[in-house]
C-alpha cells in the first residue's frame, strides 16, 4: 500500500534521536496544506512507536511506514 504513495515532502529526520523526528515532523507539518502526504525518513527506532501516536493526536492520518536499509518511511497525511 505505502509503495504507490507520492510524498508532497520529504522529511530526512535519519540520524537523529527521539523527540528529535516528531518535533521537527511538527514544524514541517505546520507549513504544509491540508491533503499533502509528508514522508518522515527515520532511523530511530522509538519512532515506530511514537509516529502512529503523534499522527492521531495532530488529527492527521498515518498512512503506514515502510522499512528500508537502516532506516524505516513514514506517511502522514496532513489535515
Known amino acids: 500500500m505505502v509503495d504507490d504513495i507520492k510524498a508532497d515532502q520529504t522529511l530526512d529526520c535519519r540520524g537523529l534521536s527521539c523527540p528529535m523526528p516528531i518535533l521537527k515532523t511538527k514544524k514541517a507539518i505546520g507549513k504544509m496544506n491540508s491533503g499533502q502526504?509528508?514522508?518522515?525518513?527515520?532511523?530511530?527506532p522509538g519512532t515506530k512507536n511514537d509516529m502512529p501516536g503523534f499522527a492521531k493526536k495532530g488529527g492527521h492520518e498515518y498512512l503506514g511506514e515502510k522499512e528500508d536499509e537502516g532506516f524505516t518511511r513514514f506517511y502522514l497525511k496532513v489535515k
Open 37 to 44: 502526504i509528508i514522508e518522515v525518513l527515520s532511523s530511530d
